[in-house]
Nanobody, 124 residues
Framework: QVQLQASGGGLVQAGDSLSVSCLASGRTDNIYQMGWFRQAPGKEREFVAG????????YYADSVKGRFTISGDSAKNTVLFQMNSLKPEDTGVYYCAAKRRFRNSDYRSYYDWWGQGTLVTVSS
């Protein structure tokens, strides 16, 4: 019902900034929350940030709090993720995710749709 397209990844140096975005299409009226996850090579996927579809609230993992900012524009079906002061440990494939209405409100879990991911590589 919902398709997600993540874009904006690339190769940067430590301390640089990068912005990735997620465009949602399809039945976007069914979306309740949006989130960003990342998976480093050889590691399990981890939650990074989440936002209510209408932008009323946000939630961040401790590892990125104060450096990354998630924002959204439901009218344009887009979520933006601004990443500042990037560190090598931020390297990974960043996945955009969406949660349908009436699901559990925990920002860390219970997402229903996933994008293909965009690779962010931070060199030291």
């Amino acid at each position: 019902q919902v398709q997600l397209q993540a874009s904006g990844g690339g190769l940067v140096q430590a301390g640089d900034s990068l912005s990735v975005s997620c465009l949602a299409s399809g039945r976007t009226d069914n979306i309740y929350q949006m989130g960003w996850f990342r998976q480093a090579p050889g590691k399990e996927r981890e939650f990074v940030a989440g936002i209510s579809w209408w932008g009323a609230s946000t939630y961040y993992a401790d590892s990125v709090k104060g450096r990354f900012t998630i924002s959204g524009d439901s009218a344009k079906n887009t979520v933006l993720f601004q990443m500042n002061s990037l560190k090598p440990e931020d390297t990974g494939v960043y996945y955009c995710a969406a949660k349908r209405r009436f699901r559990n409100s925990d920002y860390r879990s219970y997402y229903d749709w996933w994008g293909q991911g965009t690779l962010v590589t931070v060199s030291s």
